[in-house]
């Protein structure tokens, strides 16, 4: 169902509030440069620290310029089952193709909570939904086990992987099927995740490299695998700089020095440090950015 270069939005702020001007301005510039999907408010997007109004209104601002020429998988993740249900009613009311969920994070429910959270949330919403696993930031890890008993649920249809495991990938298939939707969440591992069965990335370094992104899944998808290895070659030093320290720092530093936005952060998360700066800056010259 979705498959492709797909960017992790970063949240672009100016005074403490959202931008929205550069936000629309930011969306409608992925999709020309060729990002297939779009995930606003996820962990890119600062998700944690957005009020719900906020958070709504940058779900509604993304859905406005992709107008169908990009998917929109809205973050709606919660601790709270009921949050989980509120924020996934209104990605349905506001015209996403679906929903992507963070297992819940510092709870540790047992993977029957992680079943039942999930179940919860696909029977209350009619929409897509995409489990997000990601045990370094959640500390819970769902096993291929739950997946399959979940997967047979008709709303939810695929994951975000951001284990790094690359045997995940072939497990996941072979306990499931070919078409339940395999999405990388590490951008180093994203050829390798489609050579064992994955169909894309959610990538955080396509918010500022989306073309060289989109032009890796376009290579891998057409069987020019050559061309997809040279590009990963070139974007493993930017793989490398936008998590030298906590998502999205580096990121909203880099798409600063490229004019794209402010890198405002919202505490806990503060301005990076000089040293990982100059690592940014290296990155991006090697890519052949603006910088």
Known sequence: MFKGSITALLTPFKGG??????????????????????????????????????????????????????????????????????????????????????????NKPTQEGLYRHYMAIADAVDLPIVIYNIPARSIVNMTTET????????????????????????????????????????????????????????????????????DLQNAW????????????DLLMPLHDAMFIESSPGPVKYAAGLMGLCSDELRLPLCEIAETSKAAVRAALKHVGLKH
């Not at 998988?73 to 709270?80: H, Q």
């Not at 992987?161 to 070919?178: E, N, Q």
């Not at 998808?221 to 990963?232: L, P």
């Open 17 to 106: 509030k959202v931008d929205e001007k550069a936000y629309q301005s930011f969306v409608d510039w992925q999709i020309k440069e060729g990002t297939h999907g779009l995930v606003p408010c996820g962990t890119t997007g600062e998700s944690p620290t957005l009020s719900h109004d906020e958070h709504h209104r940058v779900v509604e601002l993304c859905i406005e310029v992709a107008k169908g020429r990009a998917f929109v998988i809205a973050g709606a993740g919660s601790n709270s089952t009921d949050e989980a249900i509120s924020l996934t009613q209104h990605a349905k009311t506001a015209g996403a193709d679906a929903a992507l969920h963070v297992t819940p994070y510092y």
């Open 147 to 214: 997946m399959a008993r979940l997967a047979k649920h008709p709303n939810i249809v695929g994951v975000k992987d951001a284990t790094a495991d690359l045997v995940r990938p072939v497990k996941t298939r072979l306990a499931i099927d070919a078409d339940f939707c395999q999405l990388s969440g590490e951008d180093a591992t994203a050829i390798p995740f489609l050579a064992q069965g994955g169909h894309g990335c959610i990538s955080v370094t396509s918010n500022v490299a989306p073309r060289l992104c989109a």
């Open 221 to 232: 998808a057409a069987g020019n695998y050559d061309a997809a290895y040279k590009i990963n």
